[in-house]
């Protein structure tokens, strides 16, 4: 079985600063990990997925997730944040093995402050 | 965007109803899931589809039940509606195992 823990439920930066949300997995084969941004009052939009190929992986915004097997993590990061990055931030798992499905952490609340 | 429609978008139900929410799409896609998101649980699995007739159940699947005749449509239904089920309601696609989900956008399920 798989499943995904997001380390912090809310996360403040200012505007210009540094974004890092936090995400630990868990699973019993590779995983595929994924991040997903949701604005207010619509569905969840893909940032970016790692598939086993680069570790660092490059997503839209200027988001990216870099995935690193000791420590078990896919953490996302930001170099500067933007007022309009303020959403909640969804990492998920999924395996390429019979009877998975994706399975989503709790989510991490960004708020941006001027 | 993945052509993916969610029916309704808002519904309000008494206690002891069944209701069924319904999701379509248009990319022939083999995975569909549907997943309940409430404030401090994220998205929670109720129930997923990997294929047509073949469905398997998530971490929150007590009350609801799916079916799939046929690829496009992935149906979920509260067999007798409670006020713990009062929930947004979002359903999925994905190519296949592994692959990205894309999202429809939600239905509000009031149950009252």
């Known amino acids: 079985a798989q499943s995904v823990t997001q380390l912090g439920s809310h996360v403040s930066v200012s505007e210009g600063a540094l974004v890092l949300l936090r995400c630990n997995y868990s699973s019993s084969v590779p995983p595929y990990l994924f991040w997903y941004v949701q604005y207010p009052n619509q569905g969840l939009q893909l940032l970016l997925k790692?598939?086993?190929?680069?570790?660092l992986v490059k997503g839209i915004n200027g988001f990216e997730a870099e995935f690193k097997k000791s420590e078990t993590s896919f953490h996302l990061t930001k170099p500067s944040a933007h007022m309009s990055d303020a959403a909640e931030y969804f990492c998920a798992v999924s395996l390429n093995q019979a009877g998975t499905a994706l399975i989503f952490g709790k989510g991490t609340t960004l708020s941006v402050s001027s | 965007d993945a052509g993916i429609t969610q029916s309704p978008r808002h519904k309000v139900t008494e206690t002891g109803t069944p209701v069924t929410l319904r999701c379509h799409q248009t990319e022939n896609h083999r995975y569909m899931y549907w997943y309940r998101q409430d404030p401090g649980h994220g998205l929670r699995l109720i129930h997923y589809?990997?294929?047509?007739?073949?469905?398997d159940k998530g971490e929150v699947s007590d009350g609801y039940s799916v079916s799939r005749s046929k690829t496009e449509d992935f149906l979920l239904t509260l067999e007798s509606a409670t006020s713990s089920q009062t929930s947004v309601y979002f359903c999925?696609?994905?190519?296949?195992?592994?692959?990205?989900?894309?999202f429809g956008q939600g239905t509000r399920l009031t149950v009252v």
């Open positions: 790692y598939t086993s190929a680069a570790t």
């Open positions: 589809s990997y294929g047509v007739k073949d469905t």
């Open positions: 999925a696609i994905s190519r296949d195992r592994g692959e990205s989900a894309f």
